[in-house]
Structure formats: C-alpha cells, structure tokens
C-alpha cells in the first residue's frame, strides 16, 4: 500500500529548477534512500513532501491517519529545557492521554451507573493504548535511546542552550526517533554521530519496521539500512530497487547503455547528411534524399546530459614555517569546567593528524584552544613563526550575501573572472554562486567556505568535521587535496574511511578527558 504519493511536482528557486515533473511513492515498510550531488535538491523535495515548502507545480498526498518524523538540518531546540523534557516530549500524546484517564477518574466520583461503564470502557481502551505503547517503561526507554546516540554522558539533566550544535542534533535524532513514527524521515541523520553511535543508528534503522526517506553521504551506512534509491540529478527523479551499491551499478550501466546509443546515433546522422547533401541535387536521386531527410527530421534525437562540474580542490602552501608549530604546556580546555586533564604535546611541521572521540569531550573546543579563539581553563599554548593558518569551522552561520559576494570580501583584489574562477574550480556554478548563503545547499555552503581557504597562501590546516555535507566526489577530491598539501595539517573527524588515508598519527580524545565515557 502506497502511504505516500507524490505526483509530477516541479519546483525551482528563480531561474533554477530544482525538480521537474518529479512523481514519488512510498510504500509500507519502505527504507527509502535518497542520494544526489551536493545542490540537487534533496533538502528541497523533503521540504515539499513535509509541507514547509509549496511545490510550483503538482500534488503530493500523504493517506489518512500517518503520523512521519522528520529530522533536517536545520531543526532547533527550545531553550530552558533539558534533554529529558526533550526526549519525553516526543511522546506527549500519551502524557495527554493518561491526563485524561485522570480526569476520567474523578468524574467516577459522581456519576450514574450507566456513566461508570462508559467511562471504565473508556479507560480501558486508554490504558490499552498506554500498555501497548510501552508507556510506563518510558524513561527505560529514553536511558537506551539516549546511551545509543551517546547523550547519557552529557547528562539528561544539561539545560540544552548550553549544548554544541552536534548535541543538539543528536538530542533531536533521539527525539524523533522516540517517537517511532510511520515515516521517518532524516537529513544527514550521522552528521555530528561518533564511530560507535552510527553503528547504533544502523541497527536501529536496519530493524526498523516502518518505513523511513534517509538522505546521507555516508554511503557504508546508506548501503546498509536500504532497500530503495531515489536519486535527482539535473531535476529528475528516478525511482531504483535495491541498495546503494546496486543502484550504482545500475546507474553506470545505464548510463553506457545511452552513450552507446548516442553514438550510434551519431554516426547514422552522419551518415544520413552526408546522403542527403550528395544526392539532394541530383535529379536521379532526390526522391531518395527526401525520403533520408523525413527519416532524419522524425528521428528522436537522444542526448547526453551535459556532466555536473566537479570540484578541483587545492591548497596555497604559504612559506616554511618553524619546526614546531603548535606547543602545549599543562593546557587544561573548557568552558565552565574541565574538559580534559592537563595535556602536554607538540605539532611539528607536516604533521597530519585525525582527532577523533565521542562528541562532548572537546574536540572542536581543543582546536579552538590551540588557534588562540577562545582561552584556556589554565596552561600555554605557543605558536610556532611564520604560521599561516587555514581554518574550517564545523558550524558557520550563514548570510543573505551572494556566495559570490562573501568570497569577494575576503579578497577585494580579485577581478569578477578570478572570483568566478574560483568559486567554479571547488563545482560552483553561476546559479549556485548568485544565491544567497542561507538557500544554499549545506555542501554548496562548504564548498564556499573552502574556496576562501584554498585561495589564501597557508601552512597550517585545520578542519573541523569537513566532510559532513559534502558529496562522494567533494570527499574524494579534497581527501587527494589534504593528501597533496605540503604543510601541516590538524582534523576533526568521525569518518575513518575519509582520514585513515591521510593521517600519519590518530589522537583519541577519549584518553584526554575528564568525563566517564
């Protein structure tokens, strides 16, 4: 039974079309895996389907009685509450229903016989939806979702104004997946997870008997908790039955099969004109041109779609810089309190080091220490000479400027070209870079802010989750770009699969901290 329709919506941002006569179903069950380049619209269509957005065109119907989820990437939280209001909030039905069992309650107090039946039958139906629910173990429950995603060691009682951006998204995974809705849908759902809460979440979603629209760039993960791809490219929607990796494989296979039509078509076009320009002439044979020419003129012409830039990723390698770069004395990092014991270390020059961890403990705090943004509880840090320092922030509010615009207040000198040029080299194209900051794309966003690193000369690279809204071919170019960099280079990240090619040391910031992990 299709529990979601979604019939020829097309939508665009001015002269940008974003999807175009796009049809889409859900079935019962369904894990729904909806992939595409960075800017493709993914974000877009979920939009429209969960009604924050109107499509320009087309209908979309939900059947009656569902109840969906939704985790984006942009959710917020309601400050003065802690995590447990939080996460209890999501089953605030219930919470009503047993207020009305109580009141049902108190009307027992003064009423006929034939009110008690109605209302000890109406009781009944409420406690048996309380019981199948599970509601009296809700806080059993709250604890294993909250250990899962790795939010009992932040404390559930943490007021959640006082939380990271990360945390916050983990308290909202959490919550809706508490929820346990008909559909779940999830945008970048692994963004700020930990190695050990993915595969928490996987086995989650893997068991998971409704059905569920994930969009993710992670593609382990993608690969293992789908059973459908919906992919968009160039505002089409196509529909693909199985896994990541076989409907990859089906992509490409169909992709050859078109070129090979295309270039036998070609060929046969050729052959055709070259007919008709020979014999249209010639008395004798220009019957037989004209019968070539309305062959040619009904021939539906195929055609290749034009490919999608890539990004060509690069760093500027500033001069040399002292030996020892970063030095660290008896540092102690945090805000309020401690994060971690006294740290004592060095960052030598073309060091590249991953730094990984559950989230909490200080990672993007560290990184901030060390670059002399925020102050330290207590010890030294001593920069090395000569340091040029590239830095990429996790989380980066965004602005009404043209993306074009914000590159071009960091570097007033650029001409129009060279500005354009530089934003084109990391995949941009002129409507991405027309845009303001806000409606682009996460991945769009980031390639931008890139750009304004790429084109300063630098010797010390620091990059904060870097990875978390780029696309496979954005990851694997700037994986080679980190590769290539001849400087040093310092990353927070909670991909392996995207540092251990890069890293010539791991630091674990679990065996630094002052929490019990």
């Known amino acids: 039974m299709s529990i979601l329709n979604v019939s020829n919506v097309s939508h665009g941002f001015g002269s940008r079309v974003i999807l175009e006569d796009a049809s889409f179903r859900l079935l019962k069950g369904e894990h729904v895996g909806l992939v595409g380049a960075n800017g493709e619209g993914k974000s877009t269509f979920l939009n429209i389907i969960t009604g924050k957005l109107m499509p320009d065109e087309g209908d979309v119907s939900w059947c009656n009685h569902i109840t969906t989820g939704y985790l984006d990437q942009y959710s917020t939280l309601e ?58 173990n809700l806080d059993s429950k709250i604890e294993e979702y909250a250990a899962g995603l790795g939010l009992m060691e932040i404390g559930l009682d943490r007021d959640v104004s006082e939380l990271s951006g990360g945390q916050r998204a983990k308290i909202l995974l959490a919550k809706v997946l508490l929820e346990n809705p008909m559909i779940l849908i999830l945008d970048e759902p692994t963004n700020f997870l930990d190695e050990n809460h993915i595969v928490w979440l996987k086995n989650f979603l893997k068991n998971y008997e409704n059905a569920f629209i994930l969009v993710s760039h992670d593609i382990p993960f993608l690969n293992e908790v789908t059973n459908v791809i919906y992919h968009i490219e160039k505002a089409v929607l196509t529909r693909y039955t199985g896994d990541y990796y076989q409907f990859r494989d089906m992509y490409e296979l169909k992709k050859r099969q078109i070129e090979m039509a295309y270039k036998k078509q070609q060929k046969e076009i050729a052959n055709l004109e070259d007919f008709i320009a020979r014999n249209k002439a010639r008395v004798a044979t220009t019957n037989m041109a004209k019968d070539r020419q309305k062959k040619l003129d009904r021939m539906e012409i195929i055609e290749i779609a034009r490919e999608k830039p890539k990004p060509i990723f690069g760093f ?26 006294a740290l004592n270390f060095s960052i030598e020059r073309n060091q590249k080091i991953a730094i990984r961890g559950v989230n909490g403990l200080g990672k993007s705090t560290l990184l901030n220490t060390i670059l002399g943004k925020i102050q330290p509880i207590c010890g030294e840090v001593e920069h090395g000479q000569f340091l040029e320092i590239g830095y990429f922030k996790q989380e980066e509010k965004s602005s009404n400027t043209p993306a074009l615009n914000e590159f071009w207040d960091e570097f007033p000198s650029f001409t129009n070209a ?32 890139l750009a304004k690193i790429m ?63």
Not at 105 to 121: H, N, S
Not at 330 to 335: A, P, Q, R
Not at 492 to 505: C, G, L, N
Request: with cysteine.
């Open 79 to 136: 400050k003065g509450k802690s995590i447990r209001d939080i996460l209890k909030s999501a089953f605030s039905a219930m919470f009503e229903l047993e207020k009305e069992t109580m009141e049902l309650y108190e009307k027992m107090a003064d009423c006929t016989p034939e009110e008690m039946d109605a209302i000890l039958e109406e009781v009944g139906e409420i406690q048996s939806i309380l019981e199948s629910s599970d509601f009296y």
């Open 455 to 517: 084109n300063r000369e630098i010797n010390f690279l620091v990059l904060d989750e870097p990875t978390n809204h780029l696309d496979i071919d954005a990851k694997e170019e700037l994986k080679r770009a980190i590769k290539e960099f001849q400087g040093t280079v310092v990353m927070v990240s909670h991909e392996p699969d995207f540092y251990m090619d890069i890293a010539t040391e791991i630091w674990d910031v679990e065996n630094w901290t002052t929490k019990v992990v």
């Open 316 to 341: 500027k390698t500033a001069r040399t810089p002292s030996r020892e770069i970063i030095e660290v004395k008896d540092l102690v990092i945090g805000y309020d309190e401690p994060l971690t014991r």
């Open 418 to 449: 060279e500005a354009r040029a530089a934003l084109a080299r990391c995949g941009l194209t002129n409507d991405h870079i027309t845009s303001q900051m806000r409606v682009l794309s996460g991945g769009e966003n980031a390639k931008v802010r």
